[in-house]
């Protein structure tokens, strides 16, 4: 709701049902004028503005399933809601270059997106989901530290109240960077909703700069953290991917494959460069630093070398999974021919 509100200024005892709202949302979205009857005193004026939101939907490559003007005049509020969530996915994730995705391929996306700045703001913590994993509120903290340190003092975080980091965490991203608070900290630390965490961090995402990647190593000591980090999530991965239950229906098989590729294709690269800063920061310092301090990081198998195997390791664990995906969606889509071909008796 906050969040259609943001985008249209309507006081919460409005709703859709004439059309213009919901024309009005589109047209501040696409930036493109819709067809509209302004005077809507009948029923048949609203249902005619509700088809024409509908067709312009349609025409922006957004599929629309089992709802229609009529569902919006009469009130159908588990539709209307699921539109709504619909329009998100269009128009919001499309800010972060994801494309018109849904479903399981769309939380991938976006949780390796958040985790970018998570595991900068607070190494070597990450998201797994978008309830719990944000429910105690340092998660946000930490996506906001890593753009915005001098705001936020992860290590003063550790020591708040859950409420008191989400209110940290709102008011830094409203101030410092324009992001609207679309949640409330108590509702998001005793009942997290999936779809208006995934919609906050969408909009959070979209307005965080870039960034990057980069070292921040000046002693030894900073490079074994660094390399412990990227060790844990180089070997978490490869377990993962080892040992994680398969999917079993065609859609959730194709939307961990397409998460897998996209994986591949942003993240794993983005690693092998900060092995590489890694292993450029250790050579200077291996210099300068006793062989008891170099002892630690030979022993903990945390060397460029080291990390160079982890990643390889993890990367065949990733192919091999992949691999494994594939064969089983062809064998689903196999499964699903023959049983089409089976006459009924």
Request: net charge negative.
């Amino acid at each position: 709701k906050q969040w259609y509100q943001r985008r249209v200024a309507i006081t919460a005892g409005d709703d859709l049902k004439d059309g213009l709202k919901l024309i009005a949302l589109l047209e501040n979205l696409s930036k493109k004028p819709i067809k509209k009857t302004q005077r809507v005193k009948m029923n048949i004026h609203k249902l005619q503005n509700l088809e024409y939101a509908l067709r312009h939907l349609e025409k922006e490559g957004v599929k629309l399933v089992n709802i229609s003007n009529e569902d919006i005049l009469s009130g159908n509020h588990k539709l209307t809601l699921g539109l709504i969530w619909t329009i998100i996915c269009r128009y919001q994730f499309e800010n972060l270059s994801m494309g018109n995705v849904t479903g399981g391929k769309l939380k991938s996306l976006l949780l390796a997106k958040c985790n970018q700045s998570i595991m900068i703001g607070y190494p070597p913590a990450k998201a797994h989901n978008f309830t719990s994993s944000f429910q105690d509120g340092m998660a946000f903290c930490a996506m906001i530290a890593a753009h915005a340190p001098d705001a936020i003092d992860i290590e003063a975080c550790k020591e708040m109240e859950p409420i008191a980091r989400h209110e940290l965490a709102f008011t830094v991203a409203e101030e410092r960077f324009e992001v609207h608070q679309l949640l409330e900290p108590y509702d998001t630390v005793h009942n997290p909703d999936e779809k208006s965490i995934m919609t906050y961090i969408a909009a959070l995402t979209a307005k965080l700069p870039d960034l990057g990647v980069h070292v921040d190593v000046a002693t030894i000591d900073d490079y074994a953290t660094h390399a412990r980090a990227v060790k844990q999530f180089l070997g978490d991965k490869k377990n993962s991917w080892d040992t994680d239950p398969l999917p079993v229906t065609v859609e959730t098989i194709q939307a961990e494959i397409d998460a897998l590729r996209a994986f591949g294709a942003n993240q794993m690269p983005d690693k092998h460069k900060e092995i590489d800063l890694l292993a450029k920061a250790y050579k200077e310092l291996e210099a300068k630093t006793d062989s008891d301090q170099l002892k630690i990081i030979t022993d903990e198998a945390l060397t460029p070398k080291d990390l160079s195997e982890s990643f390889n390791i993890a990367l065949n664990a990733k192919k091999g999974r992949e691999q494994r995906l594939l064969n089983l969606l062809k064998k689903e889509k196999s499964t699903d021919c023959d049983s089409a071909l089976i006459p009924l008796l």
